[in-house]
T-cell receptor, first 113, second 114 residues
Framework: QQQVKQSPQSLIVQKGGISIINCAYENTAFDYFPWYQQFPGKGPALLIA?????SEKKEGRFTISFNKSAKQFSLHIMDSQPGDSATYFCAATTQGGSEKLVFGKGTKLTVNP | NAGVMQNPRHLVRRRGQEARLRCSPMKGHSHVYWYRQLPEEGLKFMVY????????ESGMPKERFSAEFPKEGPSILRIQQVVRGDSAAYFCASSPGEGFNIQYFGAGTRLSVL
């Protein structure tokens, strides 16, 4: 059972464009939603995270939009750059307890120069 | 402040051998998580440990896999009698265990079973 569904699987964007990655979750107990960025041969690195008490969080060119009623959240990368080319994973967890992360399958982003 | 350190980075084993993967958490972190990543897949939780205790092993296969986080030294993920299906990248993450659950990941160990 896949608890976090991520789309698209791959995404190609021109430099300067907006990259949008979407995730949907099923478990209403989830209350913390981080996004991780992974470059080939490296471990995932935390990019930005949100809690469901806010609908949007922005850090630089990266924005998370959160829709609690629809159980969906998305990552927007504004002014996408070739250096943003990586695989992006959304995740979800429940604070307290084991706090294990449940990951989506990832989106491979390619930003063309 | 060094990050999460995993070694070896690459490990090749033949079927039936044992694999030992090591993880040193970030300084000051007492919580360790192990995840497995298969090709073209997201990371799947395996086990969560605190010093000398296994807190949640719900993602760990019932046979051949074990994990420990001793009072002194790194956390160890041990896979006995490896099979080809064990070939994957294994990532360790650590967190301070207080406040927000921000997990910091190591670079991973890529296990290849011949």
């Amino acid at each position: 059972q896949q608890q976090v569904k991520q789309s698209p699987q791959s995404l190609i964007v021109q430099k300067g464009g907006i990259s949008i990655i979407n995730c949907a979750y099923e478990n209403t107990a989830f209350d913390y939603f981080p996004w991780y960025q992974q470059f080939p041969g490296k471990g995932p690195a935390l990019l930005i995270a949100i809690r469901p008490d806010v609908s949007e969080k922005k850090e630089g060119r990266f924005t998370i939009s959160f829709n609690k009623s629809a159980k969906q959240f998305s990552l927007h990368i504004m002014d996408s750059q070739p250096g943003d080319s990586a695989t992006y994973f959304c995740a979800a967890t429940t604070q307290g307890g084991s706090e294990k992360l449940v990951f989506g399958k990832g989106t491979k982003l390619t930003v063309n120069p | 402040n060094a990050g999460v350190m995993q070694n070896p980075r690459h490990l090749v084993r033949r079927r039936g051998q044992e694999a030992r993967l090591r993880c040193s958490p970030m300084k000051g972190h007492s919580h360790v998580y192990w995840y497995r990543q298969l090709p073209e897949e997201g990371l799947k939780f395996m086990v969560y440990l605190q010093k000398e205790n296994i807190i949640d092993e719900s993602g760990m296969p019932k046979e051949r896999f074990s994990a420990e986080f001793p009072k002194e030294g790194p956390s160890i993920l041990r896979i006995q009698q490896v099979v080809r299906g064990d070939s994957a990248a294994y990532f360790c993450a650590s967190s301070p265990g207080e406040g927000f659950n921000i997990q910091y990941f190591g670079a991973g160990t890529r296990l290849s079973v011949l």
